[in-house]
Each structure stands twice: as structure tokens, then as C-alpha cells.
């Protein structure tokens, strides 16, 4: 069963937006999803020819849907995701100049609010003609929850023969465990040496991954360990590695994102943004 | 006693003939003088001479654990001197028969047939005696498959879903089997079998016969992995040592299969291994199609836990009537392994179907395809044999003819044969709780873990931190296996005991190798050890930011070798194992006191003996002074060399053989003067308020302190990057002080036990799993009921509650052994002496009665403990000494029980 049917992405007269349509087609081309281009419009009909209002070129309309939506963009865009829970969206940053918190424009903000599907959005500025998913950096914080999530990253990876860099960054503070049920936290220097510890715990980590996230023994997984502020080592690591993507399983709560708000400020990487769906977060709450 | 260096081959009796191979280790055949037992996979084994007939029945039958009224003496008039005047056994039967061998051949045939009684269908319904599973959770899967596991000491086989496989690599690992990891830390670990244990059931789609044909193997979508499960479970049978799987499963088309059945590793032959399944079509007629596969290797990627096989060779792979499939792994440095199966399957009417061969990706398979009815049985028996080069130069030859004749005979048998090993096991090892159903069942598992843990005839083997239950730890053998583990089979299997102490025994070898690279003399232990004794902790390890880290455990963790010396030394106070003692016994004691005696260091400044940079228990302190564990067991190693060598030179018995062995170390009256005057000066730890200081500066480091709900904690690892910062604070890993305080509890008045379990029960994270049972069981002791159930509730949680969150690796064998102690020297209060066995109940308020078995010298004694009332019973042949806290020691004769009540906080009376 595909995990994507359809890759939307919303377009509007702006360069941003249409920047970031080699992304999306190559991303659709690994999930063997269709390509959907929408335009919402406040009202049907202001644009006869959509191809020539929205100044595209017809090859960059190969093998696409182009739908015209009408009503307010970021409301008729979150509708229509909503409408297709196998989908992914993708955006730019932000498309006008008009950048409110983590830089995301107006819509991309209001998307990503309400997507309960992934979202991967691209940076302004970068140079995204010929880009492939072949690196990607995937942010893990110890949870079951988060491992499930990156099953579309992972779809991606082994269509592309991409390689996967785990980075295990804390997301507990002083408590001994995750709350989560079946969570994987590092080793609490348990039982003899770290030199067993670690090196178990990070063969069970990868492992446990591949098996939740569905990630096939074609892909290869390296493991970093982070040992600072989660946003600080995603950054760092953003810089060192230059991933194509960064895959952020995300638990949905934006006023409180600190980390998913820091990243998105300052990376130069395109972002998947994935919700983790709400069952696993109310068994984080628990 | 059986000599390694005179196992021969006699040949082959009549009347060995005669029995069959599996019931062989019951039979003991004299003749002309020689005596010949056999192994229980039925080698003859001759014993060592003279022996007469008593000493047959009232040592070896005991050692194998016969009732003496079970014994049958088949012999015609005149054998034995003509004379039955050395026949002082009343309890066994004789039989004056013309003809013995055909008497004996008789009772074999009527014995086989008693394998053939009503076998289980189903796990057992007292959940005190299964761990149950339901379904599968990939987040959980780890844990559950280490503590699902199924093994017999020689190969252990985790508890993976026959139809999925392992999330990490293979479950199924052989004992004493090692290969060199090639990493940038070579390092040998435990190698891996070929899996044995997936089977693939299929529904096949209808069509015509030359559809079929067409259709490749590969290509069937109904299998089981799909659909849904309307039930779905695996179950432990701790009491039959067999792992259950019940399922029933619906296609995406609406039909339901019933599936039950288990698979277990034989306790009776050890390189037998089983699996058994029962498959009914609830609403359905059509074609099934069965695997029962021989994995090639089960994954793609390699992991660094496992050394991967350099070759694997389908050796054999046939299709037809008793036709084995062969699988074979060859490691680089000489390992190989070879898994031969031949698989069964049984049809309406008790029609046997032999198995067709596929050969699909990655696998090997048997496989069958047969017109299954609405509502009938089908059932497929998988027989298993596992062999390696240390059994064998040619392994796949040995696997290929044991399988062929493990098939010849039905499954019943071999299973028969297995319960009753696990009847005879649990008679002893069995614990009852009356008021406390999960403790009991906790003591159960531990005792189920570590019995399945030991292979008693394999003494060239011990027991790895995780057993054969994961591949945590690389199978490396730490002090777990000695201070935590042994006195549980002292006490309930002391076959297993000495076989685990014959292990260090045999690895003499690489620990004197030890002492000399570390320029030391005599025999120091490693601190992890594997095939050969050797050190083989890693040197270094890398950091997650790529840096080395320097690992000192090996080069400074050096307690472990006062630790065997102790516990040879326990196996001898319990078991009274003179043999034992003035020989394999003697030379760990005398070597080890070597290495203490030039591991020591007199300084000017106060003319002591200390021990610098040392690690002890508490490993969150590295490269110490006179750590007060270490200090006090190198003392207590001292002085019991020099005495037990004395000792036994004076006894007539044991004299010669001594002189011989000091003679061959080169260990002379001066030595032995040497090791008792430094004993004598090795310094003593201070003490502040009654509480002994963990070692030298101790007292002086920052004091922090932990919350005792924070418990199991455990630095996080982070931390130990920084070590220097929490070897800064007076925060513990694990018992130490208090670890001392229990194994030399006589050393230490109640006053001193109590003030350092206070101050060091506030500091101690219990990073370890050995941790909390120790804490528990010292509190009991000192009466601190409360806070002695609740780390018996966390050390009985390790495992069967993941709680300290590394149970995926492997289970915890140490704290399996830490919780039995727990019960039994802590509750119970069970102390032994030179003189006899005493106990001293403090039972938790919920416990109505404790009740469980142990042998004290050599005799097996039944003991019924409450807080109200001791009671023992001496089911053994000889009498013993035994009593009660504050009541003295009373003779105990054979079929006796004596009883007490407690009549003041710490005295107890005998009452009639």
C-alpha cells in the first residue's frame, strides 16, 4: 500500500513558490505518488489560462495535475490535504517577503498548523534544479512515535538508494526515562562498561528504526549521537553533513516548537515535517 | 569422577546396544573392573577405578539425582566378589537373573514405551508457572524475544515470531563459540547459528494445476504475515521449559487458521532442538502450502554484536523420506556451526508427508503443499540437530547423523524425555510463596533463566552476563557468573556449579598469561573472559564524537579474581566436594593468592600492604586506592590459600595429592607464611560513624545524594563521557561497601551493616542490574522490611518488566541470580558455615510461607520458612548439622525434620 497518493504543491505567481516543483516531482517520482499543482484563488475565473496566470512552463507541468481551488488559499490548501490523508505538500518557506515566526510566510505557516500530513518546506534562495533526495538527516528522540514516523522518508530512501543519518538528539530532562511507552533512551551507563551499553543500544536503535519506520536493508542507517540542545545539533549537523533533506517528525504543538521553529529559521536544507499522528502523542502525554 | 584426559571410547556392549542412546545416561555397566557411565547424549564415559558397588549408587547415583529406589541391580550369582557384602543400599532393588543383559534390555524396551504417555497440548494454566505475550509491537519485540527465549546451556534461540524472523539479526546463539570482531576493537564474540525456527504458511490462491506450476514460490500473497490476527500470543512454559505459540489467523478473503504449537531446546540431549506445530482450517477447505526454513543469514546488513560467517554452504539440501537440509557457518577464525532439520509433516490418519526442497533469496526450505480440510489437524514436527567445530572436526557430518536419528523415533519421545529432565530439575529448584503469587512466579523465571542457562556437561563453558538470550556483551563471562549466579546452583544444581567452576578452572591457563603481561605472578582472572581465559575487555572505545575512549575495567577491575577463589571456596562449604577442593579447587586458590600477593604494594609511609588503581564494584570510580571490596577479598583470598593448602596436608585423604600440586606451583611453606603476613598488613579501610569508606579519599568527595522513587537510575551515559565529574561526587553505581557487608558478613557487626546500608543506600544509583537484589537482600537482614521488598520488586522487574530498559540484549543472568539470592539469603537468612546451615526468616509481611529446597553436603534438604515458624527436612542419605538464628546447630538425620519458633527478635527455639 503507498504511504503518498499525491504531492501538492501550491503555487502562486511568486518565483518561491514555483522553486520548489523539482523537489516536489522528484519527490513524488520516489513515492510513485502523483504530482498536484493547486492555485487558490479568492474567486473562480479571475485567471482564464492558470498556465499563463501563474507563468509556468509546460514542461514543468509533465506528468502534473494543475487544479485551481477556490476560497482563500491556506484554508482551501489545508482543506483539500485534509481531504486526502495520503498526501504530502510542498512549499516554500515562504513565498513573498511577508515572513512571520520561524520565517514561514502567512500560508506555509497556516498549512503546517493544520497538515496532518507531511510537509516538507524549502528554504528561500537555494538552487533546487537538479535535486535529488540522496542524504538525508533524520532527527530521533528516543520515541517509538517518532521512529513510526519517518515510514514516507523511508519510502524515499529506498526508491532513491539515499542514505539515512539517524541523529539521536535528548528530548528528556532529568527524568530517567521518555514517558512514552517503548521509548529508547540512551544507556544510563548500565550494567558493566559503556563500552557494551553504547554499542548495543545503538545496533537495538537502528534496528528498532528500520523495523517501525519501515526502512528496508537496502538503506543504509548511520547513527550520530547528539549531546547538546536538540536545535543546536540539527543545525550543526545540517552544516557538516549538507543533507538534502531534513526529516523532523514533528508532535504538532507550534507555540511551544522551539526546536522545529529554530530549524526552519536557519537551515539551508529543504525540511520534511512530519505530525506524528495522535494517537502516539497522547501516549507521550500519558 | 570423570577424567577429561581418559575419556575413551570402549566398545561398543551388548547391553550398551541394547539401550537406547537417548536413555543411556540412566545405565552405569561394569565390566571386568571397568565401570562405564554414559553422557546424556549416550557416549561412554569411563569413570576412574576402584570403585565398588556402593559408590556407584550413593555418589553417582546422586549425582545424577536417581532416587535410590528407582535403582534396579541386575547381576548373576557370583558377580561382585560373590559377595553382597559392599551392596549397603536397602533402598534398591536386586535381581538375581541369569541372563542381566536381556532383563536390563526389557526394562529399556518398557521404558521407551512410557515415552509414548499423554504429552501437554497446550503451555500450563498456573500463570505462576508462563510468561505470556500478547501480539507483537515492534517497539517491544527485543525484550519480549530475550524473554521468550528457549535454550539448554549449549544453544539458546530467543523468542522470535516463527513467521517474522528477528528485528536484529539472529536469535539463536551457541556457547563457547567466539570469532573475532573486526573492528577497530577486535574483541572475540559469541557466534550465531542459522536461524531454525521460521516457518511460512501460505493459503494458495485457487487455481488450475498448470497455473501453479507456473507460479514461482516466491509469489504467494497470502501469507501469514498478512490479514489480520483475531488471536495471537506466545507463551513461556517456565515448568516445561517450552515455548508455546497460539494464533489464529484471517486472510484478507475472510479464512481463519488455527495455529498452535511450541519449540523447545532439548534439556536431555542438548544438541536436540524441536519444533511442533498444529494447523486447522476453521472455515475453509484448500491448499496450504508450509516452509520450515533453514535461514542462509537473516539479514543483509551485518551486525557489529555478531561476527559474520565468512562461508555459509548449503551442505545437504534433498527432497524425500528422512532427507536432512544442512546449513553450515564457517567464520574466519575456524568457528563453524552446521544446522541440519528434517522436517515432518502429518496429515488426516496419521499420514506422514516427506517434504519437498525449496531454495528462495536468502533461505533454505522444506516445504510441503497438501489439500488442507475444514476442521482437520495438520501437524508439522521439525527435528533440529546443532553441531560445531568445538564438537567436531566435521560438524555438518555429526549434525546430518544425529537429526537422522533424532527423526527415526516420533516426537513424543524426544519430549518425554525432555519434561522428565525439567521434573527432575524443578523437584529441586521449585520455590512456593504462599500470599505472593508474582514474587513466586519471578523466583521462577529466574530459576527457569539460569537453569537453561548451564550446560553441566560441558564444563569447558560458562555463563555470559546475558546468557544465550541475546548478543549483548558479545558472551563475554564477568563476576556476574560467580558471586551472583553460582550460589544458585550450589545450592540447587551443584553439577552445574562445578561445571561452571571447572570453566575457571580450565582458563588457569589465560589467567596466569594475565598476570604475566600485567607483570604480576600467579593467576589473575579477566575481567571479561571468553574461550580462553584471557583479557578480552576492550582496550578503547569511540566516543560519539569520534574520540577514544581509554576503557580501564580490564586493566584495573581485578576484585574478579578473589571473586572465583571465593566461590570455589563457597561451592566447598556447601557441597563438602573434597575432590573438588584439594584439586581444581586448591590450584585457584593458591595461584590466585599469588597474584594478590605480588599485586599488593607495602608503602614506607605507614608500612601497610595497599592496592593503587583499582576499579571495585562501583564502576563509577575508576583507577582507585584500597577500595575496601577489593582490599578485603585479596585479604580474605590470602589467608584461606595458606589455610586450605595446611589443612590439607595434614589430612591423610587429601595429603599426596596436595603435596603434589604445591610441588607442581612451586609453592612452598615460605610462600604460604608470605601470604598470610600480608594479609595480615593490608591496610583497613577507614571507617567515619561506623560507616567503612569505599576507598581511600572517599569521604572527602563532593557528598551528593539521590531520591530513593529516582530508583533505577543509572547515570546517563553522557555523564560518563565526563567521568572525572561524577568520580568527583561520593554517587555509586551499584553495591560495594554493601556488597562486601553480605559476602563477608562475619567480618562486620549488625551496628556497622546498618550504618553503611544507610549512608550508602541514599548514594547509589543502582546503574546496574546487580545492584538492587543486593540492597534487598541486605535489608532484609538488617529488618528493613519495606525497603527490602521494594529492591526485590525492582530486581524481579529487570527482566520481566524491562525497568532498567536494556532488556533487548539479553536477559540480566546476574540479577536473575541476585533475586534467588535475594529470597533465600536474604528472607529466608539461609548462612553457611564450616560447621552447619542456619536460617534466620524475615519473611515480607505478605508472605505467609517460603517454601524451597537446597542441598547442604550432599544432602537435599526441604525448608518451610514463615515469619512464625523454620521447619527443615533432610530428604538426603546422611545426616547434618543445621539450625537456627541463636539456637545452635542440631543433627538432622536422614528423613528428619526438625522445627522452631521464634521467641525474641533474634532467637529462635526448637519446639517438638
Not at chain 2, 555509586?732 to 558478613?745: E, G, I, P, R
Request: net charge negative; glycine share 8%.
Amino acid at each position: 500500500m503507498k504511504l503518498v497518493n499525491a504531492v501538492y504543491v501550491p503555487l502562486d505567481r511568486s518565483d518561491a513558490a514555483k522553486a520548489v516543483i523539482p523537489i516536489a516531482s522528484a519527490l513524488a517520482d520516489a513515492l510513485g505518488a502523483t504530482l498536484c499543482f493547486v492555485h487558490a484563488m479568492e474567486h473562480a475565473g479571475a485567471a482564464d489560462d492558470l498556465l499563463e496566470y501563474l507563468q509556468l512552463q509546460r514542461k514543468q507541468l509533465h506528468h502534473a495535475i494543475l487544479e485551481p481551488l477556490e476560497g482563500e488559499p491556506a484554508e482551501m490548501i489545508s482543506k483539500t490535504i485534509a481531504e486526502h490523508p495520503r498526501s504530502m505538500v510542498v512549499m516554500p518557506v515562504r513565498s513573498g517577503e511577508n515572513a512571520g515566526s520561524a520565517g514561514l510566510g502567512p500560508v506555509s505557516l497556516q498549512v503546517l498548523k493544520n497538515a496532518r500530513c507531511p510537509v516538507v518546506l524549502v528554504p528561500h534562495g537555494g538552487e533546487w534544479e537538479n535535486w535529488k533526495p540522496m542524504r538525508m538527516l533524520l532527527p530521533q528522540d528516543s520515541t517509538a512515535a517518532c521512529a513510526a514516523a519517518v515510514a514516507p522518508a523511508a519510502e524515499i530512501a529506498d526508491h532513491s538508494k539515499a542514505s539515512l543519518t539517524l541523529l539521536h538528539v535528548p528530548s528528556y530532562s532529568g527524568k530517567p526515562f521518555s514517558p512514552e511507552q517503548g521509548a529508547l533512551p540512551l544507556p544510563r551507563y548500565q550494567d558493566h562498561q559503556p563500552q557494551h551499553a553504547l554499542v548495543a543500544w545503538r545496533e537495538e536503535f537502528i534496528e528498532r528504526l528500520r523495523e517501525m519506520g519501515h526502512v528496508t536493508e537496502n538503506t543504509k542507517l548511520k547513527l550520530i549521537l547528539g549531546m547538546n540542545d536538540p536545535a543546536d545539533e540539527i543545525l550543526a549537523w545540517d552544516k557538516k553533513l549538507a543533507p538534502d533533506l531534513i526529516v523532523l517528525p514533528w508532535y504538532g504543538d507550534f507555540e511551544h516548537a522551539s526546536v522545529l521553529k529554530k530549524v526552519l529559521l536557519e537551515t539551508r536544507s529543504p525540511v520534511m515535517v512530519i505530525p506524528i499522528a495522535e494517537h502516539a502523542k497522547d501516549e507521550k502525554a500519558a | 569422577m570423570v577424567s577429561d584426559a581418559k575419556h575413551e571410547k570402549p566398545a561398543r556392549s551388548r547391553l550398551e546396544e541394547m539401550v537406547p542412546t537417548h536413555l543411556r545416561h540412566r545405565l552405569v555397566h561394569q565390566d571386568s573392573n571397568e565401570w562405564t557411565t554414559y553422557s546424556r547424549s549416550g557416549e561412554p564415559l569411563v569413570r576412574e577405578q576402584p570403585h565398588n558397588l556402593t559408590w556407584v549408587v550413593t555418589r553417582f547415583a546422586r549425582e545424577c539425582g536417581i532416587d535410590p529406589k528407582e535403582i534396579l541391580v541386575a547381576y548373576r550369582t557370583g558377580d561382585f566378589g560373590g559377595s553382597r557384602v559392599d551392596l549397603d543400599i536397602k533402598e534398591a532393588t536386586f535381581v538375581d537373573d541369569g541372563n542381566p543383559v536381556a532383563l536390563l534390555g526389557a526394562i529399556a524396551e518398557h521404558m521407551e514405551k512410557g515415552e509414548l504417555d499423554a504429552l501437554p497440548e497446550g503451555p500450563h494454566m498456573d500463570p505462576a508457572w508462563v510468561i505470556l505475550r500478547e501480539g507483537y509491537d515492534p517497539a517491544h519485540e527485543l525484550e519480549v524475544e530475550s524473554l521468550l527465549t528457549v535454550s539448554n546451556g549449549y544453544v539458546g534461540t530467543r523468542g522470535t515470531l516463527f513467521e517474522r524472523g528477528s528485528p536484529l539479526g539472529p536469535g539463536t546463539l551457541v556457547a563457547g563459540l567466539f570469532e573475532r570482531i573486526k573492528e577497530d576493537n577486535p574483541i572475540p564474540a559469541l557466534v550465531a547459528a542459522p536461524e531454525w525456527v521460521r516457518v511460512r504458511i501460505s493459503i494458495l490462491p485457487e487455481e488450475s494445476e498448470e497455473e501453479r506450476e507456473e507460479e514461482t514460490a516466491s509469489s504467494f500473497e497470502n501469507d501469514i504475515l498478512g490479514g489480520t490476527y483475531q488471536q495471537n500470543h506466545r507463551v513461556l512454559d517456565m515448568g516445561s521449559a517450552m515455548l508455546w505459540r497460539e494464533l489464529k489467523h484471517q486472510d484478507p478473503a475472510g479464512r481463519v487458521t488455527s495455529v498452535r504449537g511450541f519449540r523447545l531446546a532439548s534439556q536431555e540431549d542438548r544438541h536436540l532442538f524441536l519444533q511442533s506445530f498444529t494447523l486447522i482450517p476453521e472455515n475453509y477447505s484448500g491448499r496450504l502450502r508450509v516452509e520450515a526454513e533453514a535461514d542462509l543469514y537473516p539479514s543483509k546488513h551485518k551486525s557489529y554484536l555478531n561476527p559474520y560467517p565468512s562461508r555459509i554452504a548449503i551442505v545437504r539440501a534433498r527432497a524425500g523420506k528422512g532427507e536432512p537440509i544442512i546449513v553450515n557457518y564457517s567464520y574466519a577464525g575456524g568457528a563453524q556451526i552446521s544446522v541440519a532439520q528434517i522436517g515432518v509433516l502429518n496429515v488426516t490418519g496419521n499420514r506422514l508427508m516427506h517434504p519437498a526442497v525449496s531454495r528462495i533469496e536468502n533461505r533454505v526450505a522444506n516445504h510441503w503443499e497438501f489439500e488442507a480440510e475444514l476442521g482437520k489437524e495438520y501437524r508439522l514436527d521439525r527435528f533440529v540437530s546443532i553441531f560445531t567445530s568445538r564438537d567436531s572436526r566435521k560438524p555438518a557430518k555429526q549434525s546430518r547423523a544425529h537429526v537422522t536419528s533424532m527423526a527415526e523415533r516420533p516426537m513424543e519421545t524426544h519430549l518425554r524425555s525432555h519434561l522428565d529432565n525439567w521434573k527432575s530439575r524443578w523437584s529441586v529448584a521449585n520455590i512456593e510463596i504462599e500470599g505472593d503469587p508474582a514474587s513466586e512466579r519471578a523466583l521462577r523465571f529466574a530459576s527457569y533463566s539460569l537453569l537453561s542457562a548451564a550446560n553441566p556437561d560441558d564444563d569447558r563453558v560458562s555463563i555470559g552476563a546475558r546468557a544465550l538470550t541475546g548478543n549483548s556483551y558479545f558472551g563475554h563471562v564477568f563476576w556476574d557468573t560467580e558471586i551472583f549466579m553460582l550460589p544458585f546452583f550450589i545450592c540447587v544444581a551443584p553439577d552445574v556449579a562445578r561445571s561452571l567452576l571447572m570453566y575457571r578452572y580450565h582458563t588457569l591457563t589465560g589467567a596466569r598469561k594475565n598476570a604475566r603481561k600485567n607483570g604480576y605472578r600467579g593467576a589473575m582472572f579477566a575481567w571479561e573472559s571468553a574461550d580462553t581465559g584471557e583479557e578480552t575487555t576492550p582496550r578503547h572505545m569511540t566516543s560519539p564524537s569520534g574520540e577514544k575512549i581509554r576503557i580501564l575495567t580490564g586493566d584495573q577491575e581485578h576484585h574478579i579474581t578473589a571473586d572465583v577463589a571465593y566461590t570455589a571456596w563457597q561451592y566447598y562449604l556447601y557441597t563438602g566436594d573434597r575432590g573438588f577442593l584439594a584439586g581444581p579447587g586448591a590450584e585457584i586458590l593458591m595461584e590466585t593468592a599469588r597474584f594478590w600477593a605480588s599485586r599488593v604494594v607495602r608503602k614506607k609511609d605507614d608500612g601497610k600492604f595497599h592496592i593503587e588503581h583499582a576499579i571495585g564494584p562501583d564502576e563509577y570510580h575508576e583507577d582507585i586506592a584500597d577500595n575496601a571490596f577489593t582490599n578485603e577479598m585479596a585479604r580474605w583470598n590470602l589467608r584461606q590459600a595458606a589455610t586450605v593448602a595446611r589443612e590439607l596436608t595434614r589430612s591423610p585423604e587429601t595429603r599426596a595429592g596436595v603435596l603434589e600440586l604445591l610441588d607442581r606451583l612451586r609453592v612452598d611453606e615460605k610462600e604460604l607464611s608470605s601470604w598470610t603476613e600480608i594479609a595480615d598488613d593490608i591496610v583497613i579501610a577507614k571507617e567515619r560513624d561506623g560507616v567503612t569508606e569505599q576507598f581511600r579519599g572517599y569521604f572527602g568527595l563532593e557528598d551528593q545524594t539521590v531520591s530513593l522513587e529516582r530508583q533505577p537510575g543509572g547515570a546517563d551515559f553522557r555523564v560518563f563521557l565526563d567521568i572525572e565529574t561524577l568520580g568527583r561526587t561520593q554517587l555509586l553505581k551499584q553495591a560495594d561497601v554493601v556488597m562486601l557487608q553480605y559476602l563477608m558478613s562475619d567480618q562486620f557487626s549488625m551496628e556497622q551493616k546498618r550504618r553503611s546500608f544507610e549512608y550508602y543506600e541514599t548514594r547509589t544509583l543502582h546503574g546496574s542490574s546487580l545492584s538492587p537484589a543486593i540492597y534487598g537482600l541486605m535489608a532484609a537482614r538488617l529488618e528493613k522490611g519495606e525497603s527490602a521488598f521494594r529492591y526485590f520488586k525492582m530486581a524481579a522487574e529487570v527482566d520481566l518488566e524491562n525497568n532498567m530498559g536494556n532488556a533487548s540484549g539479553g536477559l540480566h543472568s546476574a540479577a536473575q541470580g541476585g533475586l534467588w539470592q535475594g529470597a533465600i539469603m536474604g528472607f529466608a537468612g539461609m548462612q553457611a558455615s564450616l560447621e552447619g546451615l542456619s536460617l534466620s526468616p524475615k519473611l515480607p509481611a505478605h508472605w505467609r510461607e517460603l517454601r524451597f529446597q537446597v542441598h547442604w553436603r550432599g544432602q537435599l534438604l526441604l525448608i518451610r520458612a514463615s515469619n512464625q515458624r523454620l521447619e527443615m527436612e533432610n530428604s538426603g542419605w546422611e545426616p547434618v548439622l543445621v539450625g537456627a538464628r541463636g539456637s545452635g546447630l542440631r543433627e538432622l538425620a536422614p528423613g528428619a525434620a526438625r522445627k522452631w519458633k521464634p521467641v525474641s527478635e533474634n532467637h529462635w527455639q526448637e519446639v517438638a
